[in-house]
């Protein structure tokens, strides 16, 4: 079973500023994906991506995938009090098993944003 | 658009006691599972399946079962709920276009065993 490891695992922060979070692996991601979670429901996605080096853009955030595909990081630009949630990234699959349609979760990062 | 729909939202259960968890969704998703979310440990994988009458174990499947007799329904019973298995608990269907797959999660069932 591949492991993620997130971090920071708690982040607090004002609006306005910006900030980071990392998912990281020991094994290369076949691809990955960013959740974010709300109290109350269930995660919701918000990319994937799929090659080294890619970066998607998605409004004021920012998804990188490393070039060897073990690592991966979100960045927020000008944080808002609704940018608040638990951000989990997610791999699918294996190194061996391109497709597969098992997910596995890294622990999260909890970030809040301070009005 | 329902989306995924899960039932119940709360459920409180007593040890020895058994229970179903209901699990739809309207998508046509070829694949559902159901996941376990407990504090510091993220979301674990119970049971998933590829399509009616497939099924298969996840990371923590002991003490739950599943069918899949439709596209449409993914139930997960609980077989003699003890302590440990409160938690909770999510359905999540996907699809796959050239291979990626897109997870849409349901909101949740919040289970506690007494």
């Known amino acids: 079973t591949q492991l993620l490891e997130q971090s920071p695992q708690f982040l607090s922060i004002q609006e306005g500023e910006n900030l980071t979070v990392y998912c990281n692996s020991s094994?290369?991601?076949?691809?990955l994906q960013w959740y974010r979670q709300e109290p109350g429901e269930g995660p919701v996605l918000l990319v994937t991506?799929?090659?080294?080096?890619e970066v998607k853009k998605l409004k004021r955030l920012t998804f990188q995938f490393g070039d060897a595909r073990k690592d991966s990081s979100l960045h927020i630009t000008a944080a808002q009090p609704g940018d608040t949630g638990l951000y989990l990234c997610?791999?699918?699959?294996?190194?061996?098993?391109?497709?597969?349609?098992?997910?596995?979760f890294g622990t999260g990062t909890r970030l809040t944003i301070i009005p | 658009n329902a989306g995924v729909t899960q039932t119940p939202k709360f459920q409180v259960l007593k040890t020895g006691q058994s229970m179903t968890l209901q699990c739809a969704q309207d998508?046509?998703?070829?694949?559902m599972s159901w996941y376990r979310q407990d504090p510091g440990m993220g979301l674990r994988l119970i049971h998933y399946?590829?399509?009616?009458?497939?099924?298969d174990q996840g990371e923590v499947p002991n003490g739950y079962n599943v069918s899949r007799s439709t596209t449409e329904d993914f139930p997960l019973r609980l077989l003699s709920a003890a302590p440990s298995q409160t938690s909770v608990y999510f359905c999540?269907?996907?699809?796959?276009?050239?291979?990626?797959?897109?997870?849409?999660f349901g909101s949740g069932t919040r289970l506690t065993v007494v």
């Open positions: 999540a269907s996907s699809y796959s276009i050239s291979g990626f797959y897109g997870y849409t």
């Open positions: 094994s290369v991601f076949s691809s």
């Open positions: 991506v799929v090659t080294g080096g």
């Open positions: 997610a791999s699918v699959g294996g190194p061996s098993n391109f497709g597969n349609e098992k997910l596995t």
């Open positions: 998508m046509n998703h070829e694949y």
């Open positions: 399946s590829v399509g009616a009458g497939i099924t």
